[in-house]
């Protein structure tokens, strides 16, 4: 058990960070970070479209932690609670890193990885043909739509999507996307 959560929260963090977000990730939560996000947006670009696109993002973002985030390793529940997730917005020069965490299982990091490498490697029309095919065949899942908010996050991103895994037991890991939308 070498992975700490409050340290990788602090190396990701460093300067420029515009928010971040670490605890329980429910709906009460994810409407207070978007509500305080959207007021800060215009002190990062005047251009709407970008605001948007980071908001839209964002919102992915949240909703992937609350819909797919696995209940914290047991011994973890009592210092970070049931469903802990993090999200910390960063500016990196002409760079918004947008960077959610959450626990998943070993099996999840594996389809995972394997779902961000495929996005990683599609064209831009690959990306549009991903999501079309997924929309019309894949059988949607109660908890989302079988994929589309990573597609989605990279398509309006236009950027490759970063991600890692940190190793916590035999069982699970601490998963990390990172986003990058030019501001």
Same mark, same amino acid.
């Given at each position: 058990? &070498?992975?700490?959560?409050?340290?990788?929260?602090?190396?990701?963090? &460093?300067? !420029? %960070?515009?928010?971040?977000?670490?605890?329980?990730?429910?709906?009460?939560?994810?409407?207070? +970070?978007?509500?305080?996000?959207?007021?800060?947006?215009?002190?990062?670009?005047?251009? +709407?479209?970008?605001?948007?696109?980071?908001?839209?993002?964002? %919102? =992915?973002? @949240?909703?992937?932690?609350?819909?797919?985030?696995?209940?914290?390793?047991?011994? @973890?529940?009592?210092? @970070?609670?049931?469903?802990?997730?993090? +999200?910390?917005?960063?500016? =990196?020069?002409?760079?918004?890193?947008?960077?959610?965490?959450?626990?998943?299982?070993?099996?999840?990091?594996?389809?995972?990885?394997?779902?961000?490498?495929?996005?990683?490697?599609?064209?831009?029309? &690959?990306?549009?043909?991903?999501?079309?095919?997924?929309?019309?065949?894949?059988?949607?899942?109660?908890? &989302?739509?079988?994929?589309?908010?990573?597609?989605?996050?990279?398509?309006?991103?236009?950027?490759? @999507?970063?991600?890692?895994?940190?190793?916590?037991? !035999?069982?699970?890991?601490?998963?990390?996307?990172?986003?990058? %939308?030019? +501001?």
């Amino acid at each position: 058990m &070498g992975f700490d959560v409050n340290q990788l929260h602090s190396e990701i963090c &460093g300067n !420029e %960070v515009f928010f971040t977000y670490v605890g329980d990730i429910a709906s009460g939560q994810i409407n207070s +970070i978007l509500e305080e996000v959207e007021s800060k947006l215009s002190s990062v670009s005047t251009i +709407i479209k970008v605001r948007k696109k980071i908001y839209n993002i964002l %919102v =992915e973002s @949240l909703q992937n932690l609350f819909h797919h985030s696995e209940d914290v390793p047991e011994e @973890l529940v009592n210092k @970070l609670g049931k469903r802990f997730g993090m +999200i910390i917005i960063k500016r =990196e020069d002409n760079i918004l890193r947008i960077t959610a965490g959450n626990f998943v299982t070993k099996d999840q990091e594996k389809l995972l990885a394997e779902k961000i490498e495929k996005i990683n490697s599609s064209s831009e029309e &690959g990306l549009k043909d991903m999501y079309k095919h997924i929309l019309k065949y894949q059988k949607i899942s109660s908890k &989302g739509g079988g994929g589309l908010g990573l597609i989605d996050m990279a398509r309006k991103s236009e950027k490759k @999507l970063g991600y890692h895994f940190y190793p916590f037991n !035999e069982k699970y890991f601490f998963y990390r996307l990172d986003i990058f %939308v030019s +501001i």
